[in-house]
């Protein structure tokens, strides 16, 4: 007998980030009923990311939910908790600001500082050596255990900001294949390229063949 659901799954995110739930709503699809920790009524707990890879970070998020939710009194194992790590790694600043993307330009630095410190620093570096990858990791917590797979983009830091969709460092991320920044690409064609997009259909792409999740004839490569 298949373990695989029929009805949308629960599925509660650990991010207050209004851009990133945005994305995954539109990633998951139908098969999952999403909800934000803010929209949980956890919009007050704040999880340090204090771990050194993305992997640990993804980890604590979706841990410090779990516990969140005990303390509440409520069953952490009857939804699934995700939670994503995101890093951009820079090949010529040997692959900073990597786990530190959020706070490159200082703690409480916004989207437009971290762009233009990383223009600065990079301001004497030729094109042949801008490449950069963002690399996003997911952490899955079911019935107590967490899981977690990686997505990749490859791509190169322009010089100066292009597009205005997006979030991050997105104006600045030119992927070749494409010509374009991933902030000239519409949400739909940035999701359908995007690291998080890869590391999330690799999440469901594993969970189908595991049969917890029925396939999304919809959402067929
Ligand atoms: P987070 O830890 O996953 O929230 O990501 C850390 C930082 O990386 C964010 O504050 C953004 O500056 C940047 N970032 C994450 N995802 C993206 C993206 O898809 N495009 C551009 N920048 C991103």
Redesign the pocket.
């Known amino acids: 007998m298949s373990e695989s659901h029929t009805e949308p799954i629960h599925v509660l995110i650990s991010?207050g980030?209004p851009d990133?739930a945005h994305?995954l709503r539109a990633l998951l699809g139908d098969r999952f009923v999403v909800q934000t920790k803010n929209e949980a009524g956890f919009s007050d707990l704040i999880i340090d990311?204090t771990g050194s890879t993305l992997e640990e970070?993804a980890r604590l998020k979706v841990v410090g939910l779990y516990r969140a939710l005990l303390e509440e009194g409520k069953d952490p194992n009857a939804l699934w908790i995700l939670a994503?790590?995101?890093?951009?790694f820079v090949d010529a600043l040997d692959g900073r600001p990597g786990v530190y993307?959020?706070r490159y330009a200082g703690p409480g630095a916004t989207?437009a500082d971290?762009v233009h410190k990383l223009q600065k620093e990079m301001e004497a570096t030729p094109w042949q050596n801008r490449g950069a990858h963002?690399r996003?990791v997911i952490a899955l917590c079911r019935n107590g255990e967490t899981e977690t797979v990686e997505g990749i983009l490859e791509g190169r830091i322009l010089e100066q900001e292009r597009g205005t969709n997006?979030?991050?460092?997105?104006p600045l991320?030119y992927v070749a294949e494409e010509g374009r920044t991933?902030a000239e690409m519409s949400d739909v064609e940035?999701n359908h390229i995007?690291?998080?997009s890869r590391a999330y259909r690799a999440l469901l792409k594993k969970l189908e063949e595991e049969g917890a999740l029925v396939k999304d004839d919809d959402n067929e490569e």
Do not use: I, M, Q
């Not at 994503?84 to 951009?88: K, Y």
């Not at 997006?166 to 997105?170: Q, R, S, T």
């Open positions: 991010t980030n990133k994305e990311e970070n994503d790590d995101t890093g951009l993307s959020a989207y971290n963002f996003t997006g979030f991050g460092y997105d991320f991933l940035k995007s690291h998080r």
